[in-house]
């Protein structure tokens, strides 16, 4: 019998969340491994471009989720290890994993890990105003305290940025030089000359920051290593950290890895100005406060926050779609995201400014 490989599929527009019916086929053979009856079986959410999936199951034990992680084998055992590490050593308010009949965390099935996890019940999202974003902030600062010390199992792949962010700015760079020449060659399309009238001046922006990082302590403060920093969330948000029982629960840690911790809340920060439309200083000032409360941020790691901060990472993050479809994403539509995007931008220097020696003193 020919060993079946899950691959990537197209989404279909007649089915809300699509899943191929040998994946789900296969999904009832790796539930198999489980000591629990099956009653039904939901799909709540997929990875079609990956091959990934969650199924809300309710079982004879109560309800759990079934995940298909879309990852490398190597690199879903790295984070099913932290998963397991959060719960098991800190205590963390993170979905458990169900242990299959032969006491294993997951199966191995289509060239792809599956796993079953606690199905975290009622969970609500916290507000978006100030007051909630702040306890968003705290949360993450506490998760990524309780992920120093981590060791990733036997046969996982080590998952680290902690070394790559030069890299990461040197490669902005580079892909604002693919966004100016695509621009260019299309350049009778509606977004064309939004961008190119302000792409050098995001690029000489991340030069800078690259510059500054160079500079910075960045390079030291890496050495502590990998365990000793622990882990980021790198998909953090208010969509997968909710109140529950007992306060709040982190949940898909799929894409865990080791770096400085600081990158999550950048990336919240960022974020959240661009739902603001503007940058406010009171908000980014009390965001930062609140992570530090829970995970203490020193000086020279502050710095590196304030240097990330001053990359453009919105603008950089919207445009990536660009390489994939030029003739459909420079349209009018995109012209109009990328002003205010870039209204956002020009809001962001007086804060920065306005909060760059806050720990200094």
Known sequence: MKEIVILPWEEREDIKVFVPDYVNALAKEVIKNYSFQVNTMEVIATKPEQGGAIWKISTSKGPKSLKLLHRRPTRSLFS??????????????????????????????????????????????????????????????????????????????????LYKWPRKYEKMITKMDWFKNLSQAYNHMPASSTILNVIDKFQDQAR?????????KYSDLIKIGNKEWGL???????????????????????????????????????????????????????????????????????????????LPNEFYRFMKDLVKEPELFLNQATSEVITALIETEQSKWPVLKAIQNDWRK
């Open 208 to 216: 800078t920051s690259l510059n500054r990082l160079n500079q910075s």
């Open 80 to 161: 099913l290890g932290a998963q397991r590490y959060l719960v098991d050593v800190k205590g963390a308010r993170v979905p458990a994993i169900v242990k299959t009949k032969h006491g294993q965390d997951f199966i191995e099935a289509g060239g792809k890990v599956w796993f079953v996890a606690e199905w975290i019940e009622p969970l609500t999202p916290i507000s978006k105003d100030l007051e909630g974003t702040k306890q968003l902030c705290y949360t993450l600062g506490q998760f990524h305290a309780q992920t120093r010390g981590y060791v990733p199992p036997d046969g996982a792949e080590i998952a680290s940025r």
């Open 232 to 310: 980021a969330h790198q998909d953090y948000g208010w969509s997968n950290s909710q109140m529950g029982r007992n306060g709040m629960w982190i949940i898909d840690l799929d894409g865990v890895a080791y770096d400085l911790p600081i990158r999550d809340l950048r990336k919240l920060i960022t974020g959240k100005m661009a739902e603001l439309y503007k940058w406010d200083v009171t908000w980014v000032r009390e965001m930062i406060l609140a992570y530090h409360k829970a995970n203490p941020i020193s000086p020279e790691l502050y710095e590196v926050l304030m240097i990330d901060l001053s």
